[in-house]
């Protein structure tokens, strides 16, 4: 069964700055994707990026980017420029690409923005 | 646009009694998923179906069934309600297409108590 651990349980960062969220994962699999969920207190499960693991190349929205290392099973978050609205709770998730697209997630970071 | 809709927002139960949850998603969407969210311990699956008349378990199942007799819709009953099952439950559908990288689109969840 396919695992997703987020070592960071909170981060913080000043306005303007970059912080980068960590997540690993452990799976047999070659194929599947990585996805990145923003959850501010309002509840609501964001789509902040998505990765298909065939891609080499790194996801970017905006501000947000990811590292995607393949062989050492590991996606990141980037945040750039960081924004008071950013502060939430940010969940790393797995998804095969076979069955019924189940959806692994860690346990969260939370992220703090200061002015 | 709608999306995905979870009523109730908030519900507080006495141990023993029951409840249905429900979710009615406006995409027409195939698959739709039931997690809960406890603590430290991100979302974790219940139950999800892959079609109007099929359910399926997921994780953690026990204590609770579910029912899709329309496609919009996706029912989550508690029969006998338990303090363990205090939670927030999140209901989620997405494009059942094979080897898609659609996302789950999540409604905004439903806080239960039990006490």
């Known amino acids: 069964a396919q695992t997703v651990t987020q070592s960071q349980p909170e981060m913080s960062v000043q306005e303007a700055e970059t912080v980068t969220l960590s997540c690993t994962y452990d799976?047999?699999?070659?194929?599947?994707?990585l996805f990145w969920y923003k959850q501010p207190p309002s509840r609501q499960m964001i789509l902040v990026i998505r990765?298909?693991?065939?891609?080499?190349q790194n996801a970017t929205e905006n501000r947000f980017s990811v590292n995607f290392q393949k062989a050492a099973k590991s996606f990141s978050l980037k945040i750039s420029d960081s924004q008071l609205g950013d502060a939430a709770m940010y969940f790393c998730?797995?998804?095969?690409?076979?069955?019924?697209?189940?959806?692994?997630f860690g346990t969260g970071t939370r992220l703090l923005v200061s002015p | 646009n709608a999306g995905v809709t979870q009523t109730p927002k908030f519900r507080v139960l006495k141990t023993g009694q029951s409840m249905t949850l429900l979710c009615a998603q406006d995409?027409?969407?195939?698959?739709m998923y039931w997690y809960r969210q406890d603590p430290g311990m991100g979302l974790r699956l219940i139950h999800y179906?892959?079609?109007?008349?099929?359910?399926a378990k997921g994780e953690v199942p026990d204590g609770y069934n579910v029912s899709r007799l329309k496609k919009q819709n996706f029912l989550l009953g508690l029969e006998s309600a338990a303090p363990s099952q205090t939670s927030v439950y999140f209901c989620?559908?997405?494009?059942?297409?094979?080897?898609?990288?659609?996302?789950?689109?999540f409604g905004d969840g439903t806080r239960l108590s039990i006490l």
């Open positions: 989620a559908s997405s494009y059942g297409g094979a080897g898609g990288n659609q996302p789950q689109h």
């Open positions: 799976t047999s699999e070659s194929d599947y994707y």
């Open positions: 990765q298909e693991a065939y891609k080499q």
């Open positions: 998730a797995y998804r095969s690409i076979t069955g019924f697209q189940k959806l692994v």
């Open positions: 995409m027409n969407h195939e698959y």
């Open positions: 179906s892959v079609g109007e008349g099929t359910t």
